[in-house]
Structure formats: C-alpha cells, structure tokens
C-alpha cells in the first residue's frame, strides 16, 4: 500500500506505546494550554465544562504540584534540544504515576519554565481532610521521586501547593510550588516540600561575612591547602544556605565570585585557555545547577583546578613529569599489555631512554616498579575478600600462575595464604 493512502486520525495513538488520555492527537497541547491559562488567571470560565472534556478530567484540579529535574548533565554534556524527548519521557513517567495513585489528574510540562506541573482532583470538601489528603499526595510525591530516578535518570525536585477552592487560586499556587522548590535546593536532590512547611531563613545576609570567606579561599588556593579550601567553600555555602537569599542570588554572587578567581590568578602563569573554559563552564553549572550540593561540588572543584595549576608553577619539570607518570599507571596497570614499551610511548620516549630515566628516579627498573604496584593493588582486593583468580586479571596479570608466582616472590606468601592471614 502507497504510504500516501494511509489516513491517521490520531497520529500519537498509532505511534506511542504509551499516550495518557489523548483526545484526537491533541492531549498534550491542551493540558500544556490548560496548564499556562490557569496560572496566569486567565482560563475562561464560561468553556470550563468542554476543556475538563478535552483534558479528560471529571472536575476542576484542587491542588498543584510543580515537579523540577537536574537538567545540569544535558546542558553541559548534551545539545540544548536533546533536552525535549528527555521532558517527554519525564511526563509519561508523571502521567503513569499518577494514573497509579488512583487520583484523578494530568501532567502538563512548561517548557519555558523548566518544570513540569502536576494538577491533582483530590475531592478534598472541606478541612478535616486535609491530613489525609496530604498523606496519599505525599504517597504519590514518593513514587514520583523512586519513578523518575529510575527510569529517566534525575534527581527530582517536589513543590507543592496548598489547597485551592477555585480557578482564581492557582497563580498563587503556582508561586507557592516555586517556593517549595527554592526550599529543594537547600535540602538536596529527591525532597518534597509542601508550602504548609516551608520555614525560610529569616536572618539578613551580610556581605563582609561573605568577603572573610573569599579571602580565605584566595589564600588558601594561593597556598595549596586543597582541605583548607574545600572547608572554607562548604562554610560559605552553610552560611548563605542560613540566611534570607534566594537560591537566585545564591547563583549570582558565586558566578560573581568565580569571577573574582579568575581575575585574581588572570596573571599567573596558569595558561589563559585552561583558565577561562575552567571558568565558563564553572559559571555554567552554577548558574544552572538545581541543588545547592551540586554548585557547592563545582565550586570545590574549580578550586581545586586553580591550586593544581598554580603548584605547577613550583615544581620542577621532573617532579611534573613522575606525576604525570603516577597517574598513567594508575590509569593503566590494569591492562595486563601495559608495560615499559607502552608508558615509554606515551611519553614519546624510547624505551631504553625512559627506562633509564626511570631507574636513576625511582631507584628500581619500571618492571620492577609496576609489579610491585600492581600486588600492593592485589593485596587490597584480596582483603576485601576477592577471588584470586578474578584479582589475577583485575591487577593486570594474564596468567593466574604468574600471578602467584610474582605475590610469593613479593611477599613471601601465596595469594590464598595472604587472604586467609588477612581474614584471621
């Protein structure tokens, strides 16, 4: 049959596994439409019976839950339009939940908004059902979290709002789901908050309590104390965590001050390049980080980069090019062809001219040294109680007799002899 002669009325229907109440193919723009009318205030009443018949709802929504992912993996690592078919897929995961829970509803994403709306018909009459009313959306919130972990891959986000008796009480619901989610950002990844519960900080920043913190962190950094500064950003982050700011402003004043650090260390001799895509990309996932933990980890780690290259500046060119070794077996002594030819090659050495250079450095022949890397290696794994034939291949051993034969030579006993002292 010519494909130009098949008619499909409800083109989703015929394609999706999984649709949710779809009505002639549209369900998805009705609910989308649905959902930006009532809370700008602006669904018109008089066609309220034909868009519930549209949208598939029996009644008007009652309450409202906004439902926000981590979207930093897809704008760092990803296309921004790769962002579309992962919101669907967190829809139908919402739609299926719901449809699970047993209360009536719909899913509708804002696109715009980088978050997806949940509108609930609880049939809650009066106040006295407000508790259970609470448990069975608190119930609902949870399988959402467990769902889109599961199936989508993100952390989730839950604000939801307070109860509303009419139309003309969504624009404030839907700031009330806001609130629960800046709330979010200070608990960490897969919370819930209803806006019933919300207690914000009260306390008024101040700035020069900020300003101690960076200068501590620039004189950390300038003097390689990595523990130092990681200590003294988690400080900063607790503080302004403590105190009435917004996880806006949060945002703001630490792009601004990732500024700073790039300003600061501009004139060193870290190369410009290093130092200004560490920055953009800094300022980009703090700018688009959903929780707080997240920004907090970025922060530690651009200053982390800024102390590695600024101790480069003290080291010799030796002392660079054994750490630049120590990692490369460390990356690779699992491989059991990894050996003097390979690491030599990757150095653009010969063999015979990194071999030496090896020896007179470390005061044993590359042999010599990985093999006794890799048992130091083996002795953990067998402490944990692995098989030694799986630990064989795990160190990079080809051959579980070899294997045994280097252990023994290395420490005097048989991998099994070592495991069983070890576990006694």
Excluded: W
């Excluded at 994403?109 to 978050?115: F, I, K, N």
């Excluded at 809650?124 to 889109?148: F, G, N, P, Y």
């Amino acid at each position: 049959m010519d494909s130009n002669e098949i008619f499909i009325k409800d083109i989703p229907a015929f394609f999706r596994r999984f649709k949710g109440s779809t009505k002639d193919g549209q369900y998805d723009l009705y609910c989308q439409e649905f959902a930006y009318s009532i809370i700008y205030g602006n669904l018109n009443s008089s066609h309220v019976d034909e868009i519930l018949q549209l949208i598939g709802l029996s009644c008007l929504p009652d309450r409202l839950l906004l439902v926000q992912t981590d979207y930093n993996d897809v704008f760092q690592f990803y296309p921004e339009f790769n962002q579309f078919p992962r919101r669907f897929n967190q829809t139908q995961t919402l739609q299926r939940c719901v449809k699970r829970s047993g209360i009536e509803g719909l899913v509708a994403s804002y696109p715009a908004r980088g978050v997806v709306g949940v509108f609930l018909c609880t049939g809650q009459e009066s106040s006295s059902e407000e508790k259970v009313i609470t448990e069975k959306i608190r119930e609902l919130a949870k399988d959402m979290i467990v769902r889109v972990n599961e199936e989508v891959g993100e952390s989730v986000a839950i604000g939801i709002s307070r109860y509303c008796s009419s139309l003309s009480r969504f624009p404030q619901a839907y700031a009330e789901c806001k609130e629960g989610l800046f709330h979010c950002f200070r608990l960490g990844k897969n919370h819930m908050v209803f806006h019933k519960d919300i207690c914000e900080p009260k306390t008024p920043f101040s700035r020069d309590v900020l300003k101690t913190f960076g200068a501590e962190i620039v004189s950390g950094i300038t003097n390689g104390e990595r523990a130092a500064v990681k200590d003294h950003v988690d400080e900063m982050m607790k503080y302004m965590l403590s105190v009435a700011m917004s996880p806006i402003n949060i945002r703001l004043i630490l792009v601004s001050f990732v500024d700073t650090l790039r300003e600061r260390f501009y004139n060193s001799r870290i190369p410009a390049d290093i130092l200004e895509k560490a920055y953009l990309n800094t300022s980009k996932q703090v700018i688009n980080g959903m929780f707080a933990d997240d920004i907090k980890e970025t922060m530690e780690q651009f200053c982390d980069m800024l102390i590695k290259e600024l101790g480069a500046e003290s080291q010799s060119s030796e002392e660079l090019l054994f750490h630049k070794i120590d990692e490369a077996i460390e990356k690779y002594y699992p491989n059991s062809e990894f050996n003097l030819d390979v690491m030599a090659n990757l150095f653009h050495y010969s063999s015979y001219h990194f071999g030496r250079l090896f020896k007179n450095t470390r005061g044993e022949s590359f042999r010599q040294y990985l093999a006794r890397y890799r048992i130091e290696r083996a002795k953990e794994f067998l402490a944990r109680g692995d098989k030694p034939n799986e630990v064989a291949f795990q160190t990079g051993f080809n051959s579980i007799s070899y294997f045994c034969t280097v252990f023994k030579n290395l420490t005097g006993v048989s991998p099994k002899q070592y495991q069983e002292n070890f576990i006694k």
